[in-house]
């Protein structure tokens, strides 16, 4: 019996999982030789040799957290984008077995894509939201008309000697975050893409539409269920048709509107402008190209831009099968597409006009959903400009279209233009022409396949280490898997949850066929007489992230999806608080949005529900790195939290709870932002108390009429182009934090038994409390993440930066972890206090603080600090796979330190494990 075969299987380690969207996982070097791939859930970046027939590992480099793109820089140098470190690790390859990164460049908030551009493609171009504590600017919040999308430019040869690098220049784009980029053939050009870039659709307050139904000039009908019960008066969605601000009856509501969207969603830049800057003018931008754009490759002989995308219909409205389907999006939430951008403007493609969308639910799968392409997302263009291929991440399969064809939409859907993916869920491809080979990134199973584009076939499968627990790898497939979601094969939960987040749209998901119920509570607030009944024409909701939901307890804005109703008990872990059987209530949407003839089999949601709920938020980017507060937060947070009661019976914090500290053996870690309870909030229906975790990512929507709701607390005048059409509250009607902060003018105080009065004082007590909720605490402390590479010229500039780090370790925000190379050999530690680093090996002597960058001050030495979520330093310092072995006596002893079965023959015990 081998060593193996005799030891216990491997103890399962910590893994905390931010389901990070991939956006360029793959890259080739400029000879061909070397292909690059992000391992995303293992922060590394993995470098194989490219062979005749298979793809051989040559090292396997630890960088940021969440790597989602990388580029090839030449032969010598790789740059990694890492979506949770904020950062960008430059790896020199000129040695590939002893790759290492030589430094880190530190950008805006959760990073996305990379390309070289600019003269001789010396300038790095980076994409990231505006705003996060790297940035050298205010990101202005609370300011209309601001873009909230970067790019961040380095000068590739010289990237600065200040902390985090100096960028040539920080181009703000006028949309909501970004994600994609794409570079002309001659690097003059780059197009950047915003991410959720909507689609001319806003809502308005219900207390804007009149009420009394369709006939009163209201909501359209029906006025009540099938069961006559009438409907509660609820908000409106509209969209601007080019002339007016209409709902899906054609009614103009113009002057309930106060903003304008311009809807810009692909910018051009001058990459060789210095600094580089967006192209003036009507030709720096295109407008209509899609509702959620995912990435974007240039044709090299036309010099057409291709944008995958996805296109929503949130105009329309209702769920359900019943007698009103006919009238809703069931089975046809979104079109994926791509559209095609040049001279002659943007050219949306439908990749699915096969799919009859007047009929529904033929048992999965069929002939039409087996010809359907999901989630479209990496692309890549042969060197002629004949052939595109893209990646369906929902249908496990790479598309093939005559660029021709598709530019000119006479290309046929068809199962023989598309590829088959064994590994499922592609995100990325890079294609090698020389060799006849297109290498895919198969996220289902971590794995890249080679595939023989002669052939369409793989003819190669090479898995990647995987730190993930079998749950989430599971569970993950469910979320995408539109083939076996939908009856048509289009669509899945991930079509509005985008890579487990939200879309930014608000949709009227009410069902008209569906019976009210009982909404069985808890309750924070006195209600004062109102309903609590739950009616299933619910009216506009936005999509609500699937992040975080593990501690908060009944679910959706109204938490009608609920255990409460299986057993109405209020005790942690159990009937309102089980999370598990909340979750599982929305098996339904699968027949009831979805279209699917039956709901998915119980195996396969309880393998969601395992996997969503292990799904979190990632730090708060706008709170300080050290966890405090600024003068204006916490002036917010003692009001937030003070001894003050209101009109709805208690203090903000008495329903909107903050509870970091809470024994994390309990059921919850910690409430941040909500008891779980439902309140009364001056509504037409109750609501769930809103966790606040994500109040950063809704900025972007300023203007809004007078409501009845919220009449107070910022200008009702028009305010001009805005980057979003929805804000704040269930229905995203609501502007800015400062107005939903409406609510302080009716506080009141043993000194103010009247309320706050509408004069300086309250409202600048009001933009307090929104700086407040905008940094509000979260599962995860702000310094997670966050690195910084110690090299033999930056200790005067960086060592401050590690002093942090280190002072946020001893504080236990995080777990500190080191990675590098000194002088020829590979090195890893993890901080365990009082200034020690353990190292990777058992035998060799921990190093103390400084030691440590001593070491790293001597020529050849660069060693990474970073700061990893608490629980996961060992795996991710010293013992990568969990087996007990250490990293380092794992490769001495020739052993593989990715391979749970693979372990030294003889040598040093296994590791105890101290530090769990």
Same mark, same amino acid.
């Given at each position: &019996?081998?060593?193996?075969?005799?030891?216990?299987?491997? #103890?399962?380690?910590?893994?905390?999982?931010?389901?990070?969207?991939?956006?360029?996982?793959?890259?080739?070097?400029?000879?061909?030789?070397?292909?690059?791939?992000?391992?995303?859930?293992?922060? +590394?970046?993995?470098?194989?040799?490219?062979?005749?027939?298979?793809?051989?590992?040559?090292?396997?480099?630890?960088?940021?957290?969440?790597? @989602?793109?990388?580029?090839? +820089?030449?032969?010598?140098?790789?740059?990694?984008?890492? *979506?949770?470190?904020?950062?960008?690790?430059?790896?020199? @390859?000129?040695?590939?077995?002893?790759?290492?990164?030589?430094?880190?460049?530190?950008?805006?908030?959760?990073?996305?894509?990379?390309?070289?551009?600019?003269?001789?493609?010396?300038?790095?171009?980076?994409?990231?939201?505006?705003?996060?504590?790297?940035?050298?600017?205010?990101?202005?919040?609370?300011?209309?008309?601001?873009?909230?999308?970067?790019?961040?430019?380095?000068?590739?040869? +010289?990237?600065?000697?200040?902390?985090?690098?100096?960028?040539?220049?920080?181009?703000?784009?006028?949309?909501?975050?970004?994600?994609?980029?794409?570079?002309?053939?001659?690097?003059?050009?780059?197009?950047?893409?915003?991410?959720?870039?909507?689609?001319?659709?806003?809502?308005?307050?219900?207390?804007?539409?009149?009420?009394?139904?369709?006939?009163?000039?209201?909501?359209?009908?029906?006025?009540?269920?099938?069961?006559? @019960?009438?409907?509660?008066?609820?908000?409106?969605?509209?969209?601007?048709?080019?002339?007016?601000?209409?709902?899906?009856?054609?009614?103009?509501?113009?002057?309930?509107?106060?903003? $304008?969207?311009?809807?810009?969603?692909?910018?051009?830049?001058?990459?060789?402008?210095?600094?580089?800057?967006?192209?003036?003018?009507?030709?720096?931008?295109?407008?209509?190209?899609?509702?959620?754009?995912?990435? &974007?490759?240039?044709?090299?002989?036309?010099?057409?831009?291709?944008?995958?995308?996805?296109?929503?219909?949130?105009?329309?409205?209702?769920?359900?099968?019943?007698?009103?389907?006919?009238?809703?999006?069931?089975?046809?939430?979104?079109?994926?597409?791509?559209?095609?951008?040049?001279?002659?403007?943007?050219?949306?493609?439908?990749?699915?006009?096969?799919?009859?969308?007047?009929?529904?639910?033929?048992?999965?799968?069929?002939?039409?959903?087996?010809?359907?392409?999901?989630?479209?997302?990496?692309? #890549?263009?042969?060197?002629?400009?004949?052939?595109?291929?893209?990646?369906?991440?929902? $249908?496990?399969?790479?598309?093939?279209?005559?660029?021709?064809? %598709?530019?000119?939409?006479?290309?046929?859907?068809?199962?023989?233009?598309?590829?088959?993916?064994?590994?499922?869920?592609?995100?990325?491809?890079?294609?090698?022409?020389?060799?006849?080979?297109?290498?895919?990134?198969?996220?289902?199973?971590?794995?890249? /396949?080679?595939?023989?584009?002669?052939?369409?076939?793989?003819?190669? *499968?090479?898995? &990647?280490?995987?730190?993930?627990?079998?749950?989430?790898?599971?569970?993950?497939?469910?979320?995408?898997?539109?083939?076996?979601?939908? /009856?048509?094969?289009?669509?899945?939960?991930? /079509?509005?949850?985008?890579?487990?987040?939200?879309?930014?749209?608000?949709?009227?998901?009410?069902?008209?066929?569906?019976?009210?119920?009982?909404?069985?509570?808890?309750?924070?607030?006195?209600?004062?007489?109102?309903?609590?009944?739950?009616?299933?024409?619910?009216?506009? =909701?936005?999509?609500?992230? %699937?992040?975080?939901?593990?501690?908060?307890?009944?679910?959706?804005?109204?938490?009608?999806?609920?255990?409460?109703?299986?057993?109405?008990?209020?005790?942690?872990?159990?009937?309102?608080?089980?999370?598990?059987?909340?979750?599982?209530?929305?098996?339904?949407?699968?027949?009831?949005?979805?279209? +699917?003839?039956?709901?998915?089999?119980?195996?396969? =949601?309880?393998?969601?529900?395992?996997?969503?709920?292990?799904?979190?938020?990632?730090?708060?980017?706008?709170?300080?790195?050290?966890?405090?507060?600024?003068?204006?937060?916490?002036?917010?947070?003692?009001?937030?939290?003070?001894?003050?009661?209101?009109?709805?019976?208690?203090?903000?914090?008495?329903?909107?709870?903050?509870?970091?500290?809470?024994?994390?053996?309990?059921?919850?870690?910690?409430?941040?932002?909500?008891?779980?309870?439902?309140?009364?909030?001056?509504?037409?229906? %109750?609501?769930?108390?809103?966790?606040?975790?994500?109040?950063?990512?809704?900025?972007?929507?300023?203007?809004?009429?007078?409501?009845?709701?919220?009449?107070?607390?910022?200008?009702?005048?028009?305010?001009?182009?805005?980057?979003?059409?929805?804000?704040?509250?269930?229905?995203?009607?609501?502007?800015?934090?400062?107005?939903?902060?409406?609510?302080?003018?009716?506080?009141?105080?043993?000194?103010?038994?009247?309320?706050?009065?509408?004069?300086?004082?309250?409202?600048?007590?009001?933009?307090?409390?929104?700086?407040? =909720?905008?940094?509000?605490?979260?599962?995860?402390?702000?310094?997670?993440?966050?690195?910084?590479?110690?090299?033999?010229?930056?200790?005067?500039?960086?060592?401050?930066?590690?002093?942090?780090?280190?002072?946020?370790?001893?504080?236990?925000?995080?777990?500190?972890?080191?990675?590098?190379?000194?002088?020829?050999?590979?090195?890893?530690?993890?901080?365990?206090?009082?200034?020690?680093?353990?190292?990777?090996?058992?035998?060799?002597?921990?190093?103390?603080?400084?030691?440590?960058?001593?070491?790293?001050?001597?020529?050849?030495?660069?060693?990474?600090?970073?700061?990893?979520?608490?629980?996961?330093?060992?795996?991710?310092?010293?013992?990568?796979?969990?087996?007990?072995? %250490?990293?380092?006596?794992?490769?001495?002893?020739?052993?593989?330190?990715?391979?749970?079965?693979?372990?030294?023959?003889?040598?040093?015990?296994?590791?105890?494990?101290? *530090?769990?």
């Amino acid at each position: &019996m081998s060593l193996a075969a005799a030891l216990p299987a491997a #103890a399962a380690t910590p893994f905390t999982t931010f389901e990070s969207g991939q956006v360029r996982p793959l890259a080739l070097s400029s000879n061909g030789k070397l292909l690059f791939a992000v391992n995303t859930p293992d922060n +590394r970046l993995e470098i194989f040799r490219v062979e005749a027939n298979r793809l051989q590992l040559k090292a396997s480099v630890p960088v940021g957290l969440e790597p @989602v793109a990388v580029a090839a +820089r030449g032969d010598d140098e790789v740059w990694v984008v890492n *979506h949770l470190s904020d950062s960008v690790s430059v790896v020199d @390859v000129r040695s590939p077995e002893r790759a290492r990164v030589v430094r880190t460049l530190l950008v805006g908030d959760e990073p996305r894509d990379i390309v070289f551009a600019g003269p001789q493609r010396s300038r790095a171009f980076i994409t990231t939201a505006h705003r996060g504590q790297n940035a050298p600017f205010d990101p202005q919040l609370l300011t209309p008309g601001v873009g909230r999308a970067d790019v961040w430019v380095f000068d590739a040869r +010289r990237p600065g000697t200040s902390l985090g690098g100096t960028p040539l220049s920080i181009v703000t784009l006028f949309s909501d975050t970004p994600r994609a980029l794409a570079v002309t053939p001659d690097g003059s050009r780059v197009y950047a893409a915003a991410f959720h870039s909507g689609n001319r659709t806003t809502v308005i307050d219900e207390s804007l539409v009149p009420d009394g139904g369709e006939a009163a000039g209201g909501l359209p009908g029906p006025d009540t269920n099938f069961e006559g @019960v009438p409907r509660p008066e609820v908000g409106l969605i509209l969209k601007f048709d080019g002339a007016h601000w209409v709902d899906e009856l054609g009614r103009p509501f113009d002057d309930a509107v106060r903003l $304008s969207l311009p809807d810009k969603d692909v910018f051009v830049i001058d990459a060789l402008a210095n600094p580089p800057r967006q192209v003036d003018g009507p030709g720096g931008f295109f407008t209509g190209v899609g509702t959620v754009l995912f990435n &974007m490759v240039v044709n090299p002989v036309n010099g057409k831009v291709y944008v995958s995308n996805t296109d929503a219909r949130n105009e329309e409205r209702f769920e359900g099968p019943g007698i009103f389907a006919g009238h809703s999006v069931r089975g046809h939430l979104h079109e994926s597409r791509i559209t095609v951008l040049g001279p002659g403007g943007v050219a949306p493609r439908h990749l699915n006009k096969h799919i009859d969308y007047s009929s529904c639910c033929a048992p999965v799968p069929n002939v039409e959903s087996e010809k359907s392409l999901a989630q479209p997302t990496q692309m #890549a263009v042969t060197r002629n400009g004949a052939t595109l291929y893209v990646a369906a991440l929902g $249908s496990d399969k790479i598309g093939v279209f005559d660029t021709a064809k %598709l530019e000119n939409d006479t290309f046929v859907p068809s199962a023989a233009n598309q590829i088959r993916v064994p590994g499922g869920g592609p995100t990325g491809l890079v294609l090698d022409e020389d060799r006849h080979r297109l290498y895919v990134l198969a996220r289902f199973d971590n794995a890249i /396949s080679v595939i023989d584009t002669r052939t369409r076939r793989e003819v190669a *499968h090479v898995p &990647m280490h995987n730190p993930e627990p079998p749950s989430v790898v599971r569970g993950r497939r469910v979320l995408y898997d539109a083939s076996r979601s939908s /009856s048509h094969g289009d669509s899945s939960c991930a /079509s509005c949850h985008i890579f487990g987040d939200f879309d930014s749209l608000a949709w009227d998901l009410g069902n008209p066929d569906g019976t009210a119920v009982e909404n069985p509570g808890p309750f924070c607030t006195d209600l004062f007489g109102q309903d609590t009944s739950l009616h299933p024409m619910k009216g506009p =909701m936005t999509t609500q992230s %699937l992040r975080g939901m593990a501690n908060h307890g009944p679910m959706h804005w109204r938490g009608d999806r609920t255990g409460g109703h299986d057993a109405p008990t209020s005790q942690p872990g159990s009937g309102v608080f089980d999370e598990r059987a909340a979750f599982k209530k929305f098996s339904a949407s699968f027949v009831d949005l979805l279209g +699917r003839h039956e709901t998915i089999s119980e195996e396969e =949601m309880d393998d969601f529900t395992d996997f969503i709920l292990q799904v979190t938020y990632p730090p708060n980017p706008i709170r300080a790195l050290d966890d405090s507060l600024t003068p204006d937060q916490s002036a917010g947070r003692d009001f937030f939290g003070g001894p003050v009661s209101s009109i709805l019976g208690a203090s903000c914090i008495g329903c909107h709870a903050v509870d970091p500290d809470a024994n994390p053996d309990d059921f919850a870690p910690g409430f941040f932002g909500s008891d779980g309870g439902s309140a009364n909030a001056n509504e037409t229906q %109750l609501f769930k108390v809103p966790h606040l975790r994500n109040q950063y990512q809704k900025v972007g929507m300023f203007g809004m009429a007078e409501s009845f709701v919220f009449p107070f607390g910022g200008s009702n005048a028009h305010m001009g182009d805005q980057v979003r059409g929805f804000g704040f509250l269930h229905d995203g009607a609501v502007d800015t934090l400062v107005r939903f902060n409406a609510f302080s003018d009716f506080v009141q105080t043993p000194e103010n038994p009247g309320g706050f009065p509408v004069d300086p004082e309250g409202e600048l007590l009001k933009r307090q409390v929104a700086e407040y =909720m905008l940094a509000l605490e979260s599962n995860l402390k702000p310094i997670v993440g966050q690195q910084i590479t110690l090299t033999p010229s930056n200790a005067a500039v960086a060592g401050p930066r590690v002093d942090l780090l280190v002072a946020r370790a001893d504080a236990g925000d995080c777990d500190l972890v080191v990675k590098g190379w000194s002088h020829g050999d590979e090195l890893g530690f993890v901080y365990t206090g009082d200034g020690r680093f353990d190292a990777d090996r058992a035998r060799a002597q921990w190093r103390s603080d400084g030691e440590l960058r001593w070491l790293a001050t001597r020529g050849g030495s660069e060693l990474t600090y970073t700061c990893v979520p608490p629980g996961s330093g060992e795996r991710i310092g010293v013992d990568r796979d969990g087996d007990g072995f %250490l990293d380092g006596d794992e490769r001495d002893a020739g052993s593989d330190p990715a391979d749970p079965e693979s372990v030294p023959r003889r040598g040093p015990h296994p590791h105890p494990h101290p *530090h769990h």
